[in-house]
């Protein structure tokens, strides 16, 4: 079996075979740094607008954590004025003194003062531990958390 010629091996009728190899010429460089600076532009900008979107999204969130936070606050300062109101309802001398009543209790007869000598005063002292002049600087004051420091900074060594 014969080989086929291949088409590029075969001459056109009447043509010589020429194969003429072009001329050399220099050709100018062409300049890459406006296309290098445009793909770095790009780039920059790109990197910008999505560091924009992530804080973006980061700020939201940490506002979606601080307004919680905030209405925490805000009802917990609500129960804290209804307990304090509670409190001062329960503590008011008109309904201890209906509660005493219901119970009972009234009014002691005497207001006078019964004098005590020395050596009770010892005795008592004695039983109940020593008392410094520390106990005499209670200050009623219009929070419940100073009256309680207060009482336990005098009261801090008593049983």
């Known amino acids: ?6 088409l590029r091996d075969v001459q056109p009728f009447g043509k010589p075979a020429q194969r ?20 770095f532009v790009s780039a920059l900008v790109f990197a910008g607008l ?3 979107a992530v804080f973006h999204t980061q700020l939201a969130e940490r506002q979606l ?14 129960m804290f004025d209804e307990l304090r109101y509670e409190r001062a309802r329960l ?9 005493a009543g219901e119970m009972g ?17 010892a005795r ?4 109940a531990g020593a008392i410094d002049d520390g106990a005499v600087q209670i200050i009623v004051g219009s929070e419940p958390l100073e009256q309680f420091r207060d009482v336990k900074s005098v009261t801090a060594g008593q049983p």
């Open 1 to 6: 079996m014969a080989a086929l010629p291949l």
């Open 20 to 39: 003429k190899r072009p001329d050399l010429v220099v050709v100018p460089r062409r300049r890459r740094w406006p296309a290098l600076l445009a793909g």
């Open 50 to 52: 999505l560091g924009a």
């Open 65 to 78: 954590r601080i307004d919680r936070l905030e209405r925490s606050v805000a009802a917990q300062r609500e």
């Open 91 to 99: 503590r008011s001398p008109v309904r201890l003194a209906a509660a």
């Open 105 to 121: 209790m009234r009014r002691g007869r005497n207001g006078e003062f019964a004098e005590v000598s020395p050596q009770q005063l």
């Open 124 to 127: 008592q002292l004695a039983a």
